[in-house]
């Protein structure tokens, strides 16, 4: 069994997890069920967090790990705000706002 790379399932998990937000959200807002504003901000944070997650990060050694499609553009964005995007503590910290 190979070693895991901890930061690649990372990267999958989140951006998981701002594509659900984002569904959710739209559903929310869509329906205007009570409370819809709290969907609202769950479409802008799921979008916030798909921006932030799309850059693939790429492999130190071994693999074939493929860049998305449309990903050079958003690393460029991400790259920018330096280490406020690249800290993975940070990050969390971000995704937890």
Do not use: D
Not at 36 to 41: M, P, T, V
Not at 61 to 77: F, I, P
């Amino acid at each position: 069994m190979g070693q895991i790379e901890w930061a690649m399932w990372a990267n999958e998990q989140a951006l998981a997890a701002g594509l659900i937000l984002l569904t959710g959200g739209i559903v929310g807002v869509a329906g205007q069920f009570r409370g819809w504003q709290f969907a609202a901000y769950g479409v802008a944070a799921g979008v916030f967090i798909c921006l932030l997650e799309y850059p693939r990060g790429k492999r130190l050694n071994k693999g074939t790990s493929m860049e998305r499609t449309g990903q050079q553009c958003l690393t460029v964005c991400v790259k920018a705000f330096g280490p406020v995007t690249k800290n993975y503590y940070v990050r969390a910290v971000l995704h937890a706002v």
